[in-house]
């Protein structure tokens, strides 16, 4: 096959891509509005209920037909509801488990994937491909089979194991990472092509020989500055575990002291998702907590800095991103900045203690904030611009479909 004869591609994500309120959602939109205008025809089919909005949406991704495999999404924060998917299914992990139950339940999903021979078949994320765990098939499907890693899944369930002080959750977590780790390696071994969104978890995932790192594509919006004192910024995923975990170490542990420090410091919180574990921060001075925003770049326009306390994770974070494009430095971690092209001291500030933050808080400045950030977008536009990205999937995958071909089973 050359490029042009890549035409017919099916692609699975393990949530509806719009609202693009997160990370993940994101780097989904961002291929998916792209890469037809490179040849590619897309249908997709993603995990939730059917929906009016849904299909409405539809015209906002150039793609030619969506698909629903009913699914509601269920967390595992419910002790009960992880040793129901641990008593039903013992080998599957158990965030993996209700998409795995979902694909098996909808007929449908089988014969969409059979309906045609597809030149693509991409898997967006561990989770979309949960029905691999019992599919045997797939090494006798003809067609490329893509996997779409946003972060190397395995490798978050890891260090939160390291992190975790509690020894019977300890165990737990170690047990499911093993779990997520066997699975992940034999998606990787059935897949065709491996799609990484950094170096580094192209590295962590191996299989380099066909495997590529194309980041996260991000349409830019220049904004005016609006900066007059320094406003501190959360934008984030309010209920992923890293992110929450992080905002409550962050609002323990240094805003207290930056805020006595430095008593013009305001902090605005802001992302989708539960974050009724806030309830007991709303005491704090100065804290405000918006919840959901439609539209982000007000709040970019006032921050002098945002916020990313991450300690555990993979792949790269996407309001990193989105930040430096609005020309707003950050404040994250070691972690939080794995992947990103954005070095200590010149475009970004990394400190993963307390102490650290605390310091890097009291002495920005506004000045300092504006020098930071446009050398941030400066680093960041070429390598994260959308149609880039996008020729480079395309480019990759090209390359991979000229190869004879021996999917793993």
């Known amino acids: 096959m050359d490029e042009f004869e890549i035409k017919q591609v099916l692609w699975v994500v393990p949530k509806f891509p719009l609202p693009a309120e997160d990370g993940s959602r994101i780097a989904t939109l961002s291929l998916l509005q792209t890469l037809p205008g490179l040849g590619y025809e897309i249908d997709l089919v993603y995990f939730g209920e059917d929906s009016t909005q849904a299909r409405k949406d ?3 991704i150039p793609v030619r037909s969506i698909f629903n495999i009913p699914h509601t999404p269920r967390t595992a924060d419910d002790l009960l509801e992880v040793f129901r998917r641990v008593l039903k299914n013992p080998t599957v992990p158990v965030t993996l488990s209700p998409f795995l139950e979902s694909a098996r339940k909808c007929r449908e999903f089988n014969e969409i994937i059979n309906s045609k021979k597809w030149d693509l078949l991409v898997y967006d994320s561990l989770h979309g491909a949960a029905h691999l765990i019992k599919d045997s098939c797939i090494s006798a499907r003809e067609e490329l ?12 369930w890891q260090r939160k194991s390291m992190q975790e002080k509690n020894a019977f959750k300890k165990i737990l977590l170690k047990w499911q990472t093993a779990l997520i780790s066997r699975f992940e390696r034999l998606l990787c071994k059935r897949s065709n092509a491996i799609v990484t969104v950094s170096e580094k978890d192209r590295s962590s995932l191996g299989s380099l020989d066909k495997s590529i790192s194309v980041p996260v ?7 005016a500055s609006l900066k007059t004192e320094p406003n501190l910024l959360f934008i984030g995923q309010l209920d992923w575990p890293p992110n929450r975990d992080g905002l409550e170490w962050f609002l323990e542990q240094v805003w207290p002291a930056a805020k006595k420090a430095r008593p013009e410091l305001n902090l605005t919180i802001a992302g989708s998702g539960d974050g009724a574990y806030l309830e007991k921060f ?16 007000p709040l970019y326009a006032r921050a002098s800095l945002t916020l990313a306390p991450i300690f555990y994770g993979s792949g ?21 900045t794995e992947g990103l092209n954005l070095e200590n001291g010149q475009d970004c500030f990394i400190s993963d203690a307390s102490k650290g933050w605390i310091e890097i808080l009291s002495k920005l400045s ?44």
């Not at 991103?321 to 972690?335: D, K, M, N, Q, R």
């Open 58 to 60: 539809l015209a906002l």
């Open 145 to 156: 089979i893509v996997y779409r890693a946003h972060n190397c899944e395995s490798e978050i």
């Open 217 to 223: 594509g991000f349409k830019r919006e220049k904004i």
């Open 282 to 297: 709303k005491s704090l001075d100065s804290v405000t907590v918006l919840g959901r925003v439609r539209d982000l770049a």
């Open 316 to 336: 790269t974070r996407v309001k990193i991103i989105e930040s430096a494009l609005y020309g707003v430095p950050c404040l994250s971690t070691t972690i939080g």
């Open 366 to 409: 506004l000045a300092q904030s504006d020098e930071f950030g446009k050398r941030a977008e400066k680093k960041l536009a070429v390598e994260h611009d959308p149609i880039r990205c996008a020729q480079k999937f395309q480019t990759f995958i090209s390359e991979i479909s000229a190869r004879p071909q021996n999917r793993e089973s």
